[in-house]
C-alpha cells in the first residue's frame, strides 16, 4: 500500500487492509512524532538520496539525519 501521508495509513480502513493482507505500508511524513510512532522501519532522504535506513531508534540516534534534519552539528549529538 503506498500513502501520499501518513493519515491515510492511519484511518482505520488503511490499517484493517493492511493488516489483513499482511501488506507492507509505504508513505511519506514530515512529522517526526507521527513518523516515530507508526513506522517499524524508516529510510530517510536527503536531495533524493539515501542517507540512513533502520529502526526508529537508529534513525532517531543518527548523527547524519540529526545534522540535515534538525540542524545540529554531527559531533554534537
Keep these: 500500500m503506498i500513502c501520499w501521508r501518513s493519515s491515510t495509513?492511519?484511518?482505520w480502513l488503511g490499517r484493517r487492509l493492511a493488516c489483513e493482507r499482511d501488506l507492507a505500508v509505504l508513505f511519506t511524513e514530515h512529522d517526526m512524532g507521527?513518523?516515530?510512532a507508526t513506522a517499524d522501519q524508516v529510510l530517510v532522504l536527503n536531495r533524493g538520496a539515501l542517507i540512513a535506513q533502520g529502526s526508529v531508534a537508529e534513525i532517531?540516534?543518527?548523527t547524519r539525519v540529526r545534522a540535515v534534519y534538525l540542524g545540529e552539528e554531527a559531533g554534537a549529538v
Excluded: I, S
Aim: charged fraction near 20%; aromatic fraction near 34%; hydrophobic fraction near 55%.
Design 9 to 11: 495509513w492511519q484511518d
Design 34 to 36: 507521527t513518523l516515530f
Design 60 to 62: 532517531w540516534a543518527d
